[in-house]
């Protein structure tokens, strides 16, 4: 080997969202165990520091770029996951910018005349026509780039007309998994070519066995499990799901409750704008009739202990589901088409689907129905072709 082995993980791991919080986590861990030197550093688009919730530091975009063109060594960019292909700086200033968001409802209108893409990719100091979408071409000092986990199951194709060196850009990369079906169509669609593999974030119970995460998380979370232990319906809804849903699916959490001898556990997913769980369980709690426990400040290490020790998932979150997944836990997706589309591609018979904010308790039923010996199945195939994947990008990272 000459020279060191950068790896530049990049993401939107600068906000507190569980499955972007996920990524640079199992990318570092899977890549420490093939035993090759590394030097791991990890960006988002503004610093964080969100340690205390169990994510990783991030250094700016800015920092990013200059270590993409000053570095030394043999430096590959890793997109770290999720739906980075479409991804918009305006996009990423409304998740950053309270200030902005309160604009959204005009965006349409105001970019007939102003471009709001580039207004915020100067406010975030941006390089690129989009934030995640570059090649090895746009720096001095890069020799590979790697997408990994993407998703793109309802990306709008008219980004493509926007953004007319889009295609060219996707074809550049040197190593593009897509995590289901409907992305890798849309991408064959655009004669961008991509490998299918399942979203990384599965592998977390391979690294975060159950006593290991007993060891993470906090006092309340380790006695609730303790004591309810398979036990209980972990439940998650993004805020905008649930409005003027709430009396419903209390009603239904109630009777599920009820049927099954369950607790009720709460914990929000994602706490970023335009996720904002915790708004949305802080309404349906008060009207339920059956007791529940809220975790309202639950690390990255909470969450994955509550799923992984629940009897059932029933959530809109795609990470909640992949983690449900990882340790065999029954799960319910809800009403969001990525899960959709990630389910259709991984999940077990039954419940490769979502349902609908009224079918909470159909779904729940099918999902009593999956049996152990699929779950099991199910988990052991995502986690070798994951680990395939990884080993893909091994011979391209590590020298």
């Known amino acids: 080997m000459t020279g060191k082995n950068n790896v530049l993980i990049i993401g939107a791991f600068d906000r507190y969202n569980y499955g972007d919080l996920l990524f640079p986590i199992i990318i570092d861990a ?19 520091d969100l340690r205390e919730l169990g994510g990783k530091p991030t250094q700016d975009i800015s920092a990013f770029y200059k270590q993409c063109n000053e570095g030394e060594g043999h430096t590959s960019v890793i997109v770290a996951g ?59 000092r890069v020799d590979r780039v790697i997408f990994n986990s993407l998703g793109g199951s309802e990306f709008d194709v008219s980004i493509f007309r926007e953004f007319p060196g889009l295609r060219s ?23 961008v070519p991509t490998r299918l593999y399942p979203d990384s974030a599965v592998l977390m119970s391979r690294f975060f066995p159950d006593e290991v995460l007993a060891a993470k998380v906090s006092p309340a979370t380790r006695q609730y499990v303790a004591e309810h232990r398979g036990s209980y319906v972990f439940f998650q809804v993004k805020n905008s799901h649930a409005k003027n849903k709430e009396k419903s699916i209390a009603q239904q959490l109630d009777r599920i409750a009820e049927k099954a001898g369950m607790h009720l556990c709460f914990c929000p997913i994602g706490k970023a704008l335009n996720h904002d769980d915790h708004l949305a369980l802080q309404r349906i709690g008060p009207l339920l009739r ?38 065999a836990v029954p799960y319910v997706g809800v009403a969001v088409p990525k899960l959709n589309s990630y389910l259709q591609t991984w999940g077990v018979s039954g419940i490769d689907r979502t349902v609908s904010m009224d079918e909470l308790g159909e779904g729940f039923d099918r999902a009593m129905q999956a049996t152990r010996e699929a779950l ?24």
Not at 299 to 315: C, E, K, R
Not at 383 to 394: D, H, K
């Open 376 to 399: 099991l199945e199910s988990r052991g195939t995502q986690l070798a072709a994951a680990e395939e994947s990884f080993s893909n990008i091994r011979q391209l990272v590590l020298l």
């Open 290 to 327: 059956h007791p529940y426990t809220l975790f309202d400040d639950a690390t990255i290490w909470d969450i994955m202990y509550l799923i992984a020790n629940a009897g059932v998932y029933i959530g809109t979150s795609l990470h909640g589901a992949i983690t449900a997944m990882s340790y």
């Open 30 to 48: 899977q890549l420490k165990t093939y035993g090759q030197p590394f030097e791991a550093a990890y960006f988002g688009i503004v610093e964080s």
């Open 82 to 140: 999720g739906e980075a292909v479409a991804v918009t700086w305006s996009s990423l200033l409304l998740a950053l910018n309270k200030s902005f968001k309160r604009t959204h409802r005009f965006h349409h209108r105001i970019n007939r005349f102003f471009n709001l893409n580039a207004f915020a990719r100067r406010v975030l100091n941006g390089r690129t026509p989009l934030p995640f979408v570059f090649s090895k071409e746009d720096f001095k």
């Open 169 to 191: 850009k996707l074809k550049q990369v040197d190593y593009f998994a897509v995590r289901d079906k409907a992305t890798q169509r849309n991408l064959a669609a655009q004669d």
